[in-house]
C-alpha cells in the first residue's frame, strides 16, 4: 500500500526539540505538495506545516509558526518536521500528507492523501 512511513516522535519536556521524518514507500514526493498534520483524541486533524504547489515558501498554522520548520529532501524522498520550544498543547499523534493539487490550505486535510501510522509526540509541562 503506498503511504508515508512517519518516525521520530518521543516523550519530552516542555521547551525541548523533536526532528520528525516522514518517508514516502513507493512514490516520489517531488511533484507533491506534502504537509504535516496531528490529531489528538477526540479532535480533528489539525494541519501544522506544508510545502509545495504555487508557493514559493512554506506556510504554518499560527500556533507553531517561529517555533517549527518543513523541509524536504526530495532526493531521499523525505520530509521533515523540526519542532523547536515544544508546549504541552503540541502534543498528539503526527501525520504527513500528500496533495495532488496546485494549492492546499492546512486547515483541509481531506484534500491530503497517503497517511502513514503516524508517531506520537507527548510534551509534558
Known amino acids: 500500500q503506498f503511504q508515508f512511513e512517519e518516525s521520530g516522535g518521543g516523550s519530552v519536556q516542555s521547551g525541548g526539540s523533536l526532528t520528525l521524518s516522514c518517508s514516502a514507500n513507493a512514490f516520489n514526493i517531488e511533484p507533491y505538495i506534502v504537509a504535516w498534520f496531528r490529531q489528538s483524541p477526540g479532535k480533528e486533524r489539525e494541519g501544522v506545516a506544508g510545502?509545495?504547489?504555487?508557493?514559493?515558501?512554506?506556510t504554518y498554522a499560527a500556533s507553531v509558526e517561529g517555533r517549527f520548520t518543513i523541509s524536504r529532501d526530495n532526493a531521499k524522498n523525505v520530509v521533515y518536521l523540526v519542532m523547536n520550544d515544544l508546549k504541552p498543547e503540541d502534543t498528539g499523534t503526527y501525520y504527513c500528507g500528500r496533495n495532488n493539487r496546485p494549492s492546499y490550505e492546512l486547515s483541509h486535510f481531506w484534500e491530503f492523501d497517503y497517511w502513514g501510522q503516524g508517531t506520537q509526540v507527548t510534551v509534558s509541562s
Open positions: 510545502l509545495g504547489g504555487i508557493y514559493p515558501a512554506p
